[in-house]
């Protein structure tokens, strides 16, 4: 139902906003946000590339936005809000259903990934000039990092999904 695959299509209709839509929402993004984390503060440091921090972005949208600021906040938006909610909100219930339709059946794959390439443009390049901060932070090292982590997100979001799928359907 949430998840594209060759054998198990997903439906063009919505889901409907049940208990298990939120589970489901809830621990694919619970797994998603950790992989993000992992990758951009544990892996691409540890490789000598740039230490993400979502959770200084977020703090800078709220100050930009005259709310509370504190650090508390920043991890509150980046993984509750964002992380659990919002990104899976965005490929349940808008873009899977649109790319059901305009593509069609395919392997879950390729929408995720490109989904996380959707969510790195939304963050980098549109919440960044939101919160004051240069147009995709001038493009430096933290960008490509951003760009891995969140196409990993959406990988894994989707891969959580059809595993939990999977073992529903047996």
């Given amino acids: 139902m949430l998840a594209l695959t060759s054998n198990r299509p997903l439906t063009a209709a ?3 906003m049940t208990f298990d839509t939120l589970g489901l929402m ?3 993004g619970f797994f998603a946000t950790i992989a993000f984390d992992f990758w951009g503060q544990v892996v691409s440091p540890g490789l000598g590339f740039a230490n993400l921090s979502p959770h200084g ?3 800078s ?7 509370p600021s504190n650090a508390f906040a920043g991890y509150f938006v980046h993984f509750y809000l964002v ?7 965005g490929w349940m219930y808008i873009f ?3 790319w059901q339709r305009v593509i069609g ?3 879950w794959l390729l929408p995720s990934a490109i989904y996380g390439f959707g969510l ?4 980098i390049g549109g919440i960044t000039s939101v919160a004051g901060l240069p147009f995709f932070l001038n493009f430096t090292g933290i960008v490509w990092v951003a760009l891995v982590g969140h196409v990993l997100y959406g990988i894994v979001m989707v891969a959580v999904l059809d595993v939990i799928e999977r073992q529903k359907s047996r």
Avoid at 61 to 67: A, E, H, I, P, V
């Fill in 14 to 16: 919505l889901p409907k």
């Fill in 57 to 59: 972005l977020a703090q």
């Fill in 105 to 107: 059946n395919t392997h």
């Fill in 120 to 123: 790195w443009v939304f963050a």
């Fill in 26 to 28: 809830f621990i694919s």
């Fill in 61 to 67: 949208l709220l100050g930009s936005l005259g709310l």
């Fill in 83 to 89: 992380g659990l909610i919002g990104y899976p909100v």
């Fill in 96 to 98: 899977a259903p649109i």
